[in-house]
């Protein structure tokens, strides 16, 4: 399969991810979990768009794909199922265990989205080297 295919299906899965764990947060109850929640899916989209800018990305983005979004995912989706059944205090707990999780996975998103811009750039520096040794070799600089 081509880097191409697998990333455009990487990219799909992701994308529909990310609109089916929108749709369930707007139901949570706290306003700051369903910010911080809307911040990971922004920088998952992005990350996703990146992407499919650069197909050749995918095997970086393995484990973001696979473990992290799908691990959001389930989490997303048990607290949407149980925060309707806890306590008060429950509810408390568990909303602020998420808060300090998504935040910490917002800078991880953050870190993942610089990464694509930091590789781009340390390839970018290594064909300039590479084009000035070259013109120093042919005596043109």
Do not use: W
Not at 78 to 104: A, H, P, V, W
Request: glycine share 2%; hydrophobic share 40%.
């Amino acid at each position: 399969m081509k880097k191409r295919d697998s990333s455009s299906k990487m990219i799909e899965e992701g994308i529909e991810k990310i609109a089916q764990l929108y749709h369930i947060s707007e139901n949570f109850p706290d306003a700051e979990l369903k910010t911080l929640i809307t911040q990971s899916l922004i920088l998952a989209k992005k990350i996703y768009d990146r992407l499919e800018e650069k197909p050749e990305y995918i095997r970086q983005l393995n484990m973001f794909h696979n473990y992290f979004m799908d691990t959001i995912s389930l989490l997303i989706f048990r607290y949407g199922d149980i925060y309707k059944n806890m306590s008060s205090q429950q509810i408390i707990d568990t909303c602020n265990k998420m808060k300090i999780l998504f935040e910490n996975l917002n800078l991880s998103f953050q870190k993942q989205y610089d990464s694509m811009y930091t590789m781009d750039i340390l390839q970018f520096n290594s064909e300039i080297e590479v084009l000035m040794k070259t013109l120093k070799a042919e005596h043109l600089f």
